[in-house]
Each structure stands twice: as structure tokens, then as C-alpha cells.
């Protein structure tokens, strides 16, 4: 079936250490790939998105992610994470068959607590 | 500024009630999106629409209505309310055009079905 994998429920890392958080998805071969994140009683805001071109896309908050289409992941990065950072991270595709749908399939969220 | 509130932002109810959550936008987005959060879950997408009277049926469509009568408000209807739809509620919009665009997500309104 069709899908968006986050594998890891919840990742605790001490600030200031490096952080990356897997997304899989079994979409087709350029769905448009999107991370949200999410700050306890609060909307959803785009860290970052990729469309086409560069693999590596730098996003807010010191955020990047690499889109890898051979493994079909979409990993997201930080190489020093705030305690700020602590949130819930989402994975979101829109599949792009035939053109962008503009709707977003979500993974089922990670959660991050950032330790002193 | 532009933005996209929700209201009520908390509601509860009774079973067998009809609920009505307001979604209003001030992006002038054509897009608009109705998501549930659920543990376990993530979001998952329950009504959205393209355009004025265009609205189209989710993953999760049962039990819910919608409509589109101007472009800044996409009202979702619980026609008869139900304790599996105690969830936390999502409006979002995002506008027309290539490449996937992005979706502006409002706070939420918190729902409870007694």
C-alpha cells in the first residue's frame, strides 16, 4: 500500500548533538516532499519542501533534508539541536501524479525531546 | 497579515449533536483542507476544495460535511456527532499552481464528543 513511514515514535538527543529523523514514502517516482513541525498546542509550520532540482534543501531553523530516490527517503537534518527544537516533526508527500494534487499524505509524526 | 484562524479553538458535545467548526482564511487561497490528528495516526485528511463550490470527499469523509460558498471560509459539519470523532481539528489552505504548494495550517479546535 501506498504510504509515508516515519519508523521512530519518539528520539530524545542531548542539545547541541546532531539530529536526523527518516521519512520513507512508496509514492511514485517525483512525488513533492514536505517536513512540518508541530510545538505542543499548536499549527503545523513548514521547516522546508522539494519540489525538483537540488537534493539537499536547506529549510528554517537551521533545518536541512536530502532527498534520496533510490532509497525513496526524505531524511531530516539538524547538526545542533536547541532545546527549542523539542516538537513533533511531520513528513508529508503529495504523490504528483500527472501534476501536483496540492493534497499531502502525513506520516504519523515523530516526536522529539531535546535533554539538557 | 494574512492568516488563517479556527473557531471555536475547544468544543464539547453530545453524542447525536450536529458541530459545526468554522475555518476562516484571509490568504485568498483556492485550496482548503479539513485534517483530523489522531494518536497514531498523524493527520489525515477529512474534506478539501479547489475553489468556490468545488469540495471533495478525503481518506475520512464519513460523518462529515463541507462547503464553499466564498473563498475565505470552509465551514466542517458533524451531521450527527459521534465519540470516535473526538479529535483535535486542522483547517489549512495553500493556493493554485505548480510544484506542490505550500499549506498554511490554522491552530486547531480540540473536540470532545460525550
Known amino acids: 500500500a501506498q504510504s509515508v513511514t516515519q519508523p521512530d515514535i519518539h528520539i530524545t538527543v542531548s542539545e547541541g548533538a546532531s539530529l536526523e529523523l527518516r521519512c520513507n514514502y512508496s509514492?511514485?517516482?517525483?512525488?513533492?516532499l514536505f517536513w512540518y513541525v508541530q510545538s505542543p498546542g499548536q499549527g503545523l509550520q513548514l521547516l522546508l519542501k522539494?519540489?525538483?532540482?537540488?537534493?539537499l534543501v536547506q529549510g528554517i531553523k537551521g533545518f536541512e533534508a536530502e532527498f534520496k530516490r533510490s532509497q525513496s527517503s526524505f531524511n531530516l537534518r539538524k547538526p545542533s539541536v536547541h532545546w527549542s527544537d523539542a516538537a513533533e516533526y511531520f513528513c508529508?508527500?503529495?504523490?504528483?501524479?500527472?501534476?501536483?494534487?496540492?493534497?499531502?499524505?502525513f506520516g504519523t509524526g515523530t516526536l522529539l525531546a531535546v535533554q539538557p | 497579515d494574512a492568516e488563517i484562524t479556527q473557531s471555536p479553538r475547544h468544543k464539547i458535545t453530545e453524542t447525536g449533536r450536529q458541530v459545526t467548526l468554522a475555518c476562516h482564511q484571509t490568504?485568498?487561497?483556492?485550496?482548503m483542507f479539513w485534517y483530523r490528528q489522531d494518536l497514531g495516526h498523524g493527520l489525515r485528511l477529512i474534506h478539501y476544495?479547489?475553489?468556490?463550490?468545488?469540495?471533495n470527499k478525503g481518506e475520512v469523509s464519513d460523518g462529515y460535511s463541507v462547503s464553499r460558498s466564498n473563498t475565505e471560509d470552509l465551514p466542517l459539519t458533524l451531521e450527527s456527532a459521534a465519540s470516535s470523532q473526538t479529535s483535535v481539528y486542522f483547517c489549512?489552505?495553500?493556493?493554485?499552481?505548480?510544484?506542490?504548494?505550500?499549506?498554511?495550517f490554522g491552530p486547531g479546535t480540540r473536540l470532545t464528543v460525550l
Open positions: 476544495s479547489y475553489g468556490v463550490q468545488d469540495t
Open positions: 522539494y519540489f525538483s532540482g537540488d537534493t
Open positions: 509514492y511514485g517516482a517525483t512525488p513533492y
Open positions: 508529508a508527500v503529495d504523490p504528483n501524479y500527472g501534476g501536483a494534487t496540492n493534497k499531502l499524505i
Open positions: 490568504w485568498n487561497h483556492n485550496n
Open positions: 489549512a489552505s495553500s493556493d493554485r499552481g505548480p510544484g506542490g504548494d505550500t499549506q498554511y
